[in-house]
């Protein structure tokens, strides 16, 4: 189910940096096995310091559940946290449901779907390298 995905090689650089400063945890959605399966493949558990799977947790995003799960995995209040995705409708909506700060990592291959309405990231970015500014 993995094949054909690769890691961007300044994604590792960006996780190495934001690593060395702050306490990162993936937050994803799905099955816990396949899941698992993309954080092993491309190392990722070395990188970030907890990895929640929605499977495994019993709640998915956007529900503000696994939010709250990850923030206190990390020990962090909502005011000193910051959730990044590629959805307006689990990403952005779960974390400014959840009182986080909601980072969008827009992509140009995706186009606007009518359930997006409505939803406002507080920060939106191009690429992943803008976490570093």
Do not use: C, Y
């Amino acid at each position: 189910m993995t094949d054909g995905m690769s890691i961007a090689d300044e994604a590792e650089a960006v996780l190495a940096a934001l690593g060395s400063r702050f306490r990162l945890a993936i937050v994803t959605n799905g099955p816990a096995a396949l899941q698992r399966s993309k954080v092993e493949r491309f190392g990722l558990e070395a990188r970030v310091h907890w990895v929640v799977i929605s499977g495994e947790v019993g709640s998915e995003k956007p529900d503000r559940a696994i939010f709250d799960h990850a923030r206190q995995l990390a020990g962090a209040d909502a005011a000193r946290t910051a959730h990044v995705g590629d959805s307006l409708t689990t990403d952005v909506a779960g974390a400014n449901a959840a009182g986080v700060l909601s980072i969008w990592l827009r992509s140009p291959l995706v186009r606007a779907r009518p359930e997006d309405a409505g939803l406002s990231p507080d920060v939106t970015i191009g690429h992943i390298r803008e976490l570093l500014d």
